[in-house]
């Protein structure tokens, strides 16, 4: 196993604890007027999605985990959401826990990364921007459209987003997978 020195942590990184994957969501080095250095990490465990805060001396050494990232495809969903290898054409499936609340942008035939931790499926890692049909919106309201008024859609995957009130049902909206945000309407 490779070993990582405090000073290479970066937000995304994935090391191992315990035996345990996990990422760094946030980081801080802090150098005291007393005492040595060290560094605040807030930690992400890739396994149970839990999140804590944990503390290294600097130049304290972790490891870098066993994983590995496969390029495939999202097919469809029944009780379990299936995947194709881009590679190998291997068909797989992964459970709704290591999919989460990227179920969310999940449309047919999306290239998507999966994490992969001592072979099983443990996270999958979304494009930033999705292209998605509108399957049900509101009507626009006239009225005051001064302060940027929104209403709200369902797009194909079943998620729900705010947009402006030009939209219209039979758009295609680009979405923004980190945050779910409305980025703009797409000419297809």
């Known amino acids: 196993m490779a070993m990582i020195d405090t000073a290479q942590f970066k937000k995304g990184l994935k090391i191992e604890i315990e035996d345990q994957p996990w990422e ?3 980081f801080q080095h802090v150098k005291p007027g007393k005492g040595t250095a060290f560094v605040r990490t807030r930690i992400k465990n890739l396994l149970t999605n839990n999140t804590i805060d944990k503390t290294f001396r600097s130049g304290d050494k972790v490891g870098t985990p066993e994983c590995e990232e496969i390029e495939c495809a999202y ?4 009780g379990n959401y299936h995947f194709m290898n881009q590679e190998t054409f291997e068909s797989f499936d992964i459970p709704p826990e290591a999919v989460g609340d990227n179920k969310n942008f ?23 921007f999705i292209i998605a049909k509108i399957t049900f919106c509101e009507p626009g309201v006239a009225g005051n459209t001064a302060q940027g008024a929104t209403k709200l859609v369902t797009v194909e995957t079943g998620y729900s987003v705010q947009v402006p009130l030009y939209i219209s049902e039979t758009d295609v909206l680009k979405i923004d997978t980190r945050d779910g945000r409305y980025v703009e309407r797409v000419n297809r």
């Open 24 to 26: 760094i969501v946030d």
């Open 75 to 78: 097919m469809y969903f029944d």
């Open 106 to 128: 999940l449309t047919e035939n999306l290239k998507v990364a999966i994490l992969m931790f001592r072979g099983k499926a443990i996270a999958i890692e979304l494009p930033n």
